[in-house]
């Protein structure tokens, strides 16, 4: 009786020492970017905000890892046939939506129909061209179900190409690929993309979203690689103001943030050393210039307005020497690619303003008829200093520039849709590592062709590169005169080449440093 007793005891006392443990907290990571999302509908976005989130909510049939390179997502594997034009892919069993629908080939087949499909207004669905028939499909010519998409069975998908495209599967990567939930968008139309509706396939599910506060994603726990995601939580934070992103990182309320106040570099570098990150990254940053606009049709004026901005300035004053002056859309940097360069990339700063004032000149611009050129930007201290600074350059020259800052959401939105200005700031981001990324942004077609560039030649060399696919050295070739083509018409103003400049925490593993500046969610732990 009295060991009985003394064991009901210890039980007992046991029993309350551990309910006053307390549970194993939450791993949750406070990652800072850049702007809010348009949408999170990954057939309706455009920017790499997006892109962050979506990379955590949804997976396509192939992936990135945490150094950005290929690796099987919903699709564990594929073949290509000899020709290079029919990809099969053999669909993973275990791959199942955040509500316990089974992932299936039909789904892949829905969601790149409803990418092609006009109604759906799809920025990137000239990205996808490159399947037989998207082009016919997504101009009204065909139906949808004639798009080269097919499900063979449940877990087996065809999908055949105009012509080889060596970059295919790196193209897959991006969201405008990804499946969506057909059953969600039939029962709830544009509603099924908020809190609570939307299914994803993804390592994370969507909680909540509160404009300009934070989104809040949490662990999927039927995602088919739940066991090694090791984030209970992520929020996203927008962080438009960057100084402010410091100081919220600098006490502790942020673990990164994919963007800093380049005038405070060096500052940063000596108190924080190496959680600063900078490096080599895919992307252009570039004005985008109304062509179609008077009086920027014209190259002439438009060549004259690029030779009058010192680009060595703007990347050793303003960017402090994190960027590198550009002249071609292409960065360095793509392997078996030589970017075709301006004619004046060589050219001394003073040779350039000699012959753009001649211009000037020629064109009935002086003293008497200053030309006024309005800039639009979105809101980073960054891109509001490159602005200024653009506006000091051209001020001796008799142009009078006007500065209009909004939001990034209303700033892209307002180019989207083709909304009226005279210059307007862009990036382009590698959406996989070819030439093709930043020129096809260009062709007519394109929903990210912000200028309405439109030119027969460019065209041309760039339907003849997409038939060269088999043959990668002509392709370049094709790429590069493409490429000549849009540098001489300025159909984009391109400035400085890109490099990364994030703060992460000491407390974050996982994240790697790469040229796409990838970092998915679901390979970071804290």
Do not use: C
């Amino acid at each position: 009786m009295r060991r009985s007793g003394f064991r009901s005891a210890l039980l007992a006392a046991l029993m309350m020492a551990t309910a006053s443990l307390p549970a194993a907290a939450e791993m949750v990571y406070n990652r800072g970017n850049s702007a809010d999302p348009e949408s999170l509908d990954p057939h309706k976005t455009s920017t790499i905000y997006e892109a962050h989130l979506l990379r955590d909510l949804f997976e396509g049939l192939v992936m990135q890892d945490a150094t950005s390179d290929l690796i099987p997502g919903v699709a564990e594997s594929w073949t290509v046939s000899q020709d290079g034009t029919v990809y099969t892919f053999k669909l993973r069993a275990d791959a199942v939506w955040s509500n316990g629908d089974p992932v299936t080939a039909h789904d892949f087949v829905y969601s790149l129909r409803r990418l092609e499909d006009p109604a759906t207004g799809a920025e990137y669905a000239s990205m996808l061209y490159v399947l037989k028939g998207a082009e016919e499909v997504n101009t009204g010519k065909a139906k949808p179900e004639t798009l080269g998409a097919r499900a063979v069975d449940a877990k087996t998908l065809e999908i055949t190409l105009k012509s080889p495209t060596p970059y295919f599967l790196e193209m897959l990567t991006h969201q405008a690929a990804y499946p969506v939930h057909k059953a969600s968008i039939d029962k709830l139309g544009a509603e099924w993309i908020k809190p609570g509706n939307l299914v994803s396939n993804g390592a994370f599910t969507l909680k909540e979203f509160v404009p300009n506060d934070h989104i809040k994603l949490i662990k999927n726990p039927k995602f088919h690689a739940a066991a090694d995601v090791k984030l209970d939580v992520v929020n996203y934070v927008p962080t438009e103001d960057r100084s402010t992103a410091l100081k919220r990182y600098e006490a502790g309320e942020l673990d990164s943030n994919d963007d800093l106040p380049t005038e405070q570099l060096a500052d940063l570098k000596a108190k924080f050393g190496d959680q600063v990150k900078i490096g080599p990254y895919l992307g252009t940053y570039y004005y985008a210039v109304k062509i179609d606009k008077a009086p920027w049709g014209d190259p002439k004026l438009r060549r004259a307005v690029s030779l009058l901005i010192d680009r060595d300035f703007l990347a050793e004053k303003v960017w402090k020497n994190s960027m590198l002056p550009a002249y071609s859309m292409v960065p360095p940097g793509i392997e078996g690619y030589t970017p075709a360069m301006a004619d004046y990339a060589e050219m001394s700063q003073l040779d350039r303003e000699d012959e753009g004032k001649k211009i000037l000149t020629e064109l009935g611009y002086g003293p008497g008829k200053p030309l006024k050129l309005e800039i639009r930007y979105n809101t980073s201290e960054n891109h509001k200093n490159t602005a200024v600074a653009i506006q000091e350059q051209l001020k001796p020259f008799n142009i009078e520039v006007s500065l209009i800052n909004t939001d990034t959401k209303t700033h892209y939105g307002h180019m989207e849709q083709k909304g009226d200005f005279d210059y307007s700031r862009a990036g382009w981001i590698a959406d996989y590592k070819d030439p093709e990324s930043f020129l096809g942004i260009s062709r007519k077609a394109s929903g990210n062709n912000y200028s309405n560039f439109n030119n027969a030649e460019f065209e041309k060399r760039m339907d003849e590169a997409a038939a060269a696919g088999g043959d990668p050295a002509k392709r370049m070739k094709e790429l590069a005169e493409a490429e000549a083509v849009l540098v001489e018409q300025l159909g984009n103003m391109p400035l400085l080449y890109y490099s990364y400049h994030n703060i992460v925490s000491p407390k974050l593993k996982g994240w790697q440093p790469n040229v796409m500046d990838v970092h998915p969610s679901r390979f970071i732990s804290k």
